[in-house]
């Protein structure tokens, strides 16, 4: 198989599961009551998301002017890549941090009811990116202070799901972030 072409086919299979699932999402027997978002509404915004996304790849892919084929200097096995893969993928694994990246999922589940999910979420999302190797300080507050607001105004507002506020103290912060967001 072409280099193209494997680099396309995890694509374009995603893309046709995703258009077969948005078929089926058409034929829902349910009307939204009011003014309310029905059952349909966020499967139809992923898959459409999927979609694009989906189709973004495959642009990317083919207008990519690489071949797919070896990297300068010759060679075979490490050094093939596939078309449109970031550099960074291919120049290292990191085992440990995959498992530590684990391990904060599984604190964050555990610790969601204590500390609640603003200030847990906050928390998860800075620590994460920390264990990525990024190092810019203010940039990780920022994204994950900024991050876990969206995340709970989508969730709260949006969506209308309730979320774990926490065990005081802790749950001071989510109930001021609630009353920065307007929601009761």
């Not at 610790?111 to 906050?122: A, H, I, N, Q, R």
Request: charged share 15%; glycine share 12%; hydrophobic share 50%.
């Amino acid at each position: 198989m072409r280099p193209k072409a494997r680099a396309l086919l995890p694509y374009l299979l995603v893309l046709a599961g995703a258009c077969v699932l948005t078929w089926n999402s058409l034929h829902f027997g349910f009307t939204a009551p009011g003014d309310r978002p029905g059952p349909d509404t966020w499967p139809r915004a992923i898959l459409a998301l999927m979609i694009v996304a989906c189709l973004a790849r495959i642009g990317t892919v083919l207008w990519s002017r690489r071949d797919g084929g070896a990297r300068a200097g010759g060679g075979g096995g490490d050094d093939q890549r596939v078309v449109g893969e970031p550099e960074a993928a291919t120049t290292g694994r990191y085992p440990l941090l995959l498992v530590a990246g684990i391990g904060l999922t599984i604190a964050y589940v555990a610790l969601l009811t204590t500390l609640g999910f603003y200030l847990d979420s906050v928390i998860y999302i800075g620590t994460l990116i920390r264990i990525g190797r990024y190092r810019r300080w203010p940039v990780i507050a920022a994204v994950a202070v900024g991050g876990a607001f969206v995340l709970m105004l989508v969730f709260m507002k949006v969506v209308y799901l309730s979320l774990p506020i926490g065990r005081p103290p802790f749950s001071a912060i989510s109930l001021a972030m609630m009353t920065i967001m307007h929601i009761r």
